[in-house]
C-alpha cells in the first residue's frame, strides 16, 4: 500500500460493538443507505482478506487522540500509550 510491502492483512480496531458487526458479518443489514454505502467496501476488503476488524477498549482506542476533544488527562494518557508502544 502506497509503496510499503504489507504481509497479511491490516488489523483496524474500534471501540464500538455495532460497528465490528456490520463490517465483519455479511448478513448484518444496515437501516441507512449512507452507511450501506461506506461499508459496502470495508465488508469487501474484510471478505478479500485486506483487512481484519477487532474490538478494543475505549480507554486504549489511540485514534481518539485524533478524532475526539479530549481532556488533558485522556489526552495524555494515551499519547504516554502510544508512544510507550514505538519506543518499546
Known amino acids: 500500500m502506497m509503496g510499503v510491502p504489507l504481509d497479511g492483512p491490516t488489523s483496524m480496531y474500534c471501540d464500538n460493538e455495532s460497528v465490528k458487526k456490520n463490517a465483519s458479518v455479511p448478513e448484518s443489514t444496515l437501516s441507512k443507505k449512507h452507511d450501506a454505502i461506506c ?50
Open 39 to 88: 461499508y459496502h467496501k470495508v465488508r469487501e476488503s474484510v471478505a478479500a482478506g485486506w483487512i481484519r476488524i477487532g474490538w478494543i477498549q475505549s480507554e486504549k482506542n489511540l485514534a481518539d487522540l485524533f478524532t475526539k476533544v479530549l481532556g488533558r488527562s485522556r489526552r495524555q494518557d494515551l499519547l504516554n500509550h502510544m508512544l510507550s508502544r514505538w519506543s518499546g
